[in-house]
């Protein structure tokens, strides 16, 4: 297995589209899950790919690559897997999630929002670079239970407190959790803006949002 996940890595590093889905196939047929791919092949082949780039060994258009790869692995193979697997009927409630303003990183937030579906969240995801407005306009429209928010630069996170901020103005504040996420985030910053819970990745993303919601597994 770990053979398998190794090749999977280096396939995904050489951008070699075909074998990088075919091994993916091959790897779920031996009964693994969606997550164990993500987490034990695909995600450390992403930031991989993020060292290289970072020590010039890779450029801009490999990053591109890279994202455009992992989005066809998930849209084509894991997203329909999860979806057979977790085929929740449920709705545990509705969560509005996006990734902030001024960021256009899309794999982790697209990660996280198809796990708190297949958990049987209604989750309504306005995709990237999104303005602090458009959370509370959708969470208001929607009545949202979680603000859900990803940032990968630290330039980035500080929209978080932002968002939080046009909560408290619009006042719905008091009525909607939030949960922030993504590289670039931590624990001890979640808790300096006033957020409600943090997830590391997308497994605990889901526990959290469950907890605050006060739904036990
Ligand atoms: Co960007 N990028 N990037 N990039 N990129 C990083 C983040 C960086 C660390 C790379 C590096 O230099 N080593 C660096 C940030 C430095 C910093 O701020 N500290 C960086 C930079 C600098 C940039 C640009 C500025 C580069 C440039 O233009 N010079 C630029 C910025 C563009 C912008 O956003 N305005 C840029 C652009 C890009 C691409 C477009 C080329 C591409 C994104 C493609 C896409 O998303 N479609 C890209 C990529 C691929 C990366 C790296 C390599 C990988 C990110 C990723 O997808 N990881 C990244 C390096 C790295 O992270 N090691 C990097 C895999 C993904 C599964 O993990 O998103 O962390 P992640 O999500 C996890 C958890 O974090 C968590 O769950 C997920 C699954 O477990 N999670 C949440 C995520 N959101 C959550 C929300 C939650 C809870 C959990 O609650 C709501």
Redesign the pocket.
Known sequence: MDELYAKLRESFLSFDFDNVKNLVKTILNTGASPNEV??KA??PA??????R??KGEFF??E??V???L??EVMDEILIPEIQKRGGSTKTLGTIV?G?VR???????????AT?LRAAGFNVIDLG??VPPEKFVEEAAKNSADI???????????LEMRNVIEALKKSGIREKVKV???????TEDYAKSIGAD?????????VK??KELLGIRD
Not at 102 to 112: A, E, F, R
Not at 179 to 185: K, T
């Open positions: 993500i987490e695909l995600r992403v930031e991989e790919a993020g060292k780039f970072e801009l258009a990053l591109v890279a994202g455009d992992f989005k999630i990734t001024g960021d256009l990183h899309d794999i982790g937030k697209s990660i996280v796990m990237v670079d603000i859900a928010m990803s940032a990968l630069l630290t330039t980035t996170m949960v922030v996420g993504g590289a670039a985030v819970g943090y997830g590391e990745d997308a497994v605990k993303a959290v949002c």
